[in-house]
């Protein structure tokens, strides 16, 4: 079983209009827009060919690594648990 399939065994609860990661991307420099994309487990933060940062929160594992990634931007990104009752889910086997 490779990554993308134990990954897609999770369940997420999405709190739709409340997300748990808010990301100010004016606040980013390329160089950690770039390495967001790499360290990203889930693979959410996106870079297109002109260089435009996508965000998508829905499938976060909750890891904290993007949280690790920007602290040296200060206000870059808003990092919080998820109310109770959403997030992930992890599921095993
Ligand atoms: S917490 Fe982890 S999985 Fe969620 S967006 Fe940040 S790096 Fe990706």
Not at 2 to 25: A, C, R, T
Not at 39 to 48: E, F, H, I, K, R
Not at 50 to 78: D, I, K, Q, S, Y
Request: aromatic letters at 8%.
């Amino acid at each position: 079983m490779n990554v993308e399939q134990k990954l897609s065994i999770d369940k997420f609860v999405v709190d739709e209009g409340n997300p748990h990661i808010i990301l100010h991307l004016e606040k980013l420099d390329e160089e950690t827009r770039k390495a967001l994309t790499v360290v990203c487990p889930a693979g959410l933060y996106t870079l297109d060919e002109n260089g435009t940062m996508a965000f998508e929160v829905a499938g976060c594992l909750e890891c904290g690594t993007c949280r690790v990634a920007t602290a040296h931007l200060p206000g870059a990104l808003e990092w919080n648990h998820p109310r109770a009752s959403f997030g992930v889910d992890f599921r095993y086997g």
